[in-house]
T-cell receptor, first 114, second 114 residues
């Protein structure tokens, strides 16, 4: 079945450090891939998405590239800020069919220290 | 545009009771999905509605049910509450029914079962 695997957290970085959060997936066909962010006490916010191989999603300095050959969608940011501290979820939406059910990874807690 | 709204935000119930949660999607969105978030199981898909029809259902017992109204608002119901039903319940809406479509999440309803 379809699944998403994320790196275990927490990830603790100093401000202005480089961030990578690994995400790999298992799915048939060509799923759409998403990164969502959850701040304390809030719901999920879409950070970025990619819907086909080699697409790069980007937003607020975050980037992720849909790699079909390695079934990966790693999240990166060149210089993190304290305000980026949150839980990050990688997710996929299965290919085809009239459904947009999301399958999530376990989430990665990011803590950025000043 | 107003975002996805969920009511109530917090709820405390006792075992054996039932509960109804409400979700109002973004104006014009016709698809509503529900997810359960717990520390142990993470984010799990409950069900999805489109134009008042349930299109997809997750692996939850029959105590969990939902419906969607003609104005796209949705409710979910949990009967005979168990301690393990304590969770954050998230609702998400999207404009159409497709795997590439972005889902927008509400702030969630925090249910505590005593």
């Amino acid at each position: 079945g379809n699944s998403v695997t994320q790196m275990e957290g927490p990830v603790t970085l100093s401000e202005e450090a480089f961030l990578t959060i690994n995400c790999t997936y298992t799915a048939t066909g060509y799923p759409s891939l998403f990164w969502y962010v959850q701040y304390p006490g809030e719901g999920l916010q879409l950070l970025l998405k990619a819907t086909k191989a080699d697409d790069k999603g980007s937003n607020k300095g975050f980037e992720a590239t849909y790699r079909k050959e390695t079934t990966s969608f790693h999240l990166e940011k060149g210089s993190v800020q304290v305000s980026d501290s949150a839980v990050y979820f990688c997710a996929l939406s299965a290919y085809g069919g009239a459904t947009n059910k999301l399958i999530f990874g376990t989430g990665t807690l990011l803590a950025v220290q000043p | 545009k107003a975002g996805v709204t969920q009511t109530p935000r917090y709820l405390i119930k006792t075992r054996g009771q039932q509960v109804t949660l409400s979700c109002s999607p973004i104006s014009g969105h016709r698809s509503v999905s529900w997810y359960q978030q717990t520390p142990g199981q993470g984010l799990q898909f409950l069900f999805e509605y489109f134009s008042e029809t349930q299109r997809n259902k997750g692996n939850f017992p029959g105590r969990f049910s939902g419906r969607q109204f003609s104005n796209s608002r949705s409710e979910m119901n949990v009967s005979t509450l168990e301690l393990g039903d304590s969770a954050l319940y998230l609702c998400a809406s999207s404009s159409v029914a497709g795997s590439t479509d972005t889902q927008y999440f509400g702030p969630g309803t925090r249910l505590t079962v005593l």
